[in-house]
């Protein structure tokens, strides 16, 4: 007789570690840390085919608190090992932490050619302007005049901006969230972990130590209807505490303009998005306040060829060439006998 059983259902607790969590008392990671964990677990990944690699920076220890497999591995180079494990094992739930300097800074190559390639893994930025771990440098995505220790009159570098940087690295997914957007950053997480290929998820978290209250126009309950516009497949790009604002193509400029709308007239005029259209996702990545509100969601999704799976198919097609012999190969060409 066959007995059949259900899958165990997992919660949030099959995640947890029994790791001190260590970061500074409200700090934006204990946000995502939860997200993530209630995520997977409603997703019903197993802790056991799941693999989380890190860097160096305060969002190096989340391996540690995932009841997972993990790799604390070296500054900025998480892309480039995850990218090793997903090759040596492509049936692996792959995901990378790391923060904007790790990423960003020394790390910027890796990240890009992981992009590039669409290696199926599921990168998460956690962008809090500011070097946190080494006492609040400015970070590549630190904004002009940030003041710091390394720069105590302000910075005069001009920051770069994640998602158009993903964008223009050929990303298939781009997507933006918040650490306290508890309700909407794990459907985020869930669209990021279905896609086939690399998914690239910037989410803007608060280090309260060295950069703090520096989302506060996104995060403020009463402010954020005015500073965000929340993109969705379909929907049109409307924002406002009262809906009375929206994006429109100026077809003479190139470019988004605000409009208002009133009593919905003008609707006709704002644009639909379509997160498969990456002139649109181009556009509302490189929106920025005080002009223009933060856009929050899935901005591009346009899966395409998967890399580990092309690996596997040329893999597949030298083997069936037959043949190989490593004693000959390693015999052939250039030799030197000493």
């Given at each position: 007789?066959?007995?059949?059983?259900?899958?165990?259902?997992?919660?949030?607790?099959?995640?947890?570690?029994?790791?001190?969590?260590?970061?500074?008392?409200?700090?934006?990671?204990?946000?995502?840390?939860?997200?993530?964990?209630?995520?997977?677990?409603?997703?019903?990944?197993?802790?056991?085919?799941?693999?989380?690699?890190?860097?160096?920076?305060?969002?190096?220890?989340?391996?540690?608190?995932?009841?997972?497999?993990?790799?604390?591995?070296?500054?900025?180079?998480?892309?480039?090992?995850?990218?090793?494990?997903?090759?040596?094992?492509?049936?692996?739930?792959?995901?990378?932490?790391?923060?904007?300097?790790?990423?960003?800074?020394?790390?910027?190559?890796?990240?890009?050619?992981?992009?590039?390639?669409?290696?199926?893994?599921?990168?998460?930025?956690?962008?809090?302007?500011?070097?946190?771990?080494?006492?609040?440098?400015?970070?590549?995505?630190?904004?002009?005049?940030?003041?710091?220790?390394?720069?105590?009159?302000?910075?005069?570098?001009?920051?770069?901006?994640?998602?158009?940087?993903?964008?223009?690295?050929?990303a298939r997914f781009v997507a933006r969230s918040l650490d306290?957007?508890?309700?909407?950053?794990?459907?985020?997480?869930?669209?990021?972990?279905?896609?086939?290929?690399?998914?690239?998820?910037?989410?803007?978290?608060?280090?309260?130590?060295?950069?703090?209250?520096?989302?506060?126009?996104?995060?403020?309950?009463?402010?954020?209807?005015?500073?965000?516009?929340?993109?969705?497949?379909?929907?049109?790009?409307?924002?406002?505490?009262?809906?009375?604002?929206?994006?429109?193509?100026?077809?003479?400029?190139?470019?988004?303009?605000?409009?208002?709308?009133?009593?919905?007239?003008?609707?006709?005029?704002?644009?639909?998005?379509?997160?498969?259209?990456?002139?649109?996702?181009?556009?509302?990545?490189?929106?920025?306040?005080?002009?223009?509100?933060?856009?929050?969601?899935?901005?591009?999704?346009?899966?395409?060829?998967?890399?580990?799976?092309?690996?596997?198919?040329?893999?597949?097609?030298?083997?069936?060439?037959?043949?190989?012999?490593?004693?000959?190969?390693?015999?052939?060409?250039?030799?030197?006998?000493?």
């Amino acid at each position: 007789m066959n007995i059949v059983t259900k899958p165990e259902k997992l919660t949030a607790k099959d995640f947890t570690t029994d790791q001190e969590v260590r970061w500074c008392p409200g700090c934006g990671d204990y946000a995502i840390l939860k997200a993530v964990r209630s995520t997977l677990a409603e997703i019903g990944v197993r802790p056991e085919n799941t693999v989380f690699v890190s860097g160096i920076g305060c969002a190096s220890r989340f391996p540690y608190y995932m009841e997972t497999y993990g790799f604390h591995t070296i500054h900025g180079r998480a892309p480039a090992i995850a990218s090793g494990v997903k090759l040596a094992n492509p049936d692996l739930d792959v995901w990378v932490v790391g923060g904007d300097g790790d990423m960003l800074s020394i790390g910027g190559n890796h990240t890009m050619h992981a992009i590039r390639r669409n290696i199926d893994l599921n990168i998460l930025l956690f962008n809090n302007e500011i070097y946190g771990l080494t006492k609040g440098q400015y970070s590549p995505t630190s904004r002009v005049g940030t003041k710091s220790p390394s720069t105590p009159d302000g910075s005069v570098d001009q920051p770069l901006s994640a998602l158009p940087f993903a964008l223009g690295a050929n990303a298939r997914f781009v997507a933006r969230s918040l650490d306290t957007a508890q309700k909407h950053l794990p459907g985020v997480l869930k669209r990021a972990h279905a896609h086939k290929g690399a998914s690239f998820v910037e989410i803007l978290q608060n280090c309260i130590v060295y950069n703090d209250g520096v989302f506060d126009q996104l995060t403020d309950k009463k402010k954020a209807p005015e500073t965000q516009v929340m993109v969705e497949h379909g929907e049109p790009l409307v924002f406002g505490a009262e809906k009375d604002k929206g994006l429109r193509f100026n077809t003479d400029t190139l470019q988004l303009e605000v409009i208002q709308l009133k009593d919905g007239a003008d609707m006709e005029q704002v644009m639909v998005y379509d997160e498969t259209n990456l002139t649109m996702a181009r556009l509302v990545a490189n929106l920025e306040g005080p002009d223009f509100p933060v856009a929050i969601g899935i901005l591009y999704c346009n899966p395409g060829p998967e890399h580990v799976e092309n690996v596997r198919v040329k893999n597949d097609e030298a083997k069936a060439k037959g043949g190989a012999d490593m004693n000959a190969l390693l015999r052939s060409g250039y030799t030197w006998t000493l």
